[in-house]
């Protein structure tokens, strides 16, 4: 079956760094897109990072750097200097249709539970 589970998530001051990983089963990181998104309490979901089956990152938020390891088969998402608003619930997904980066969001099939990460002094 194809699983994906975040960790990594808690509470963080404001200006620190936190790393989330994704543990990946059911398929290999570097057969597929995957993509890390965030929802906050009234806000739509949208992609902060994504990187695709031949290892090319994409990024929305430039203090946020992604990365994976494919012995361990697990995405990660290095966050720095922390900001309050970037509190919110942290997914990662991966693209069912095509191996690249891009579409919407629909097109990322599966996904994991989420992890909370909360930015607060």
């Known amino acids: 079956q194809v699983q994906l589970v975040e960790s990594g998530g808690g509470l963080v001051k404001p200006g620190g760094s936190l790393r989330l990983s994704c543990v990946v089963s059911g398929f290999s990181v570097d057969s597929a897109a995957i993509g890390w998104f965030r929802q906050a309490p009234g806000k739509e979901r949208k992609m902060v990072s994504c990187i695709d089956s031949l290892g090319r990152d994409s990024y929305w938020e430039d203090r946020f750097t992604i990365s994976r390891d494919e012995v361990k088969n697990t995405v990660y998402l290095q966050m720095i200097m922390l900001k309050p608003e970037d509190t919110a619930i942290y997914y990662c997904?991966?693209?069912?249709?095509?191996?690249?980066?891009?579409?919407?969001?629909?097109?990322?099939?599966?996904w994991g539970q989420g992890t909370q990460v909360t930015v607060s002094s």
């Open positions: 997904a991966r693209r069912s249709t095509l191996p690249s980066c891009g579409g919407q969001r629909s097109e990322y099939g599966n």
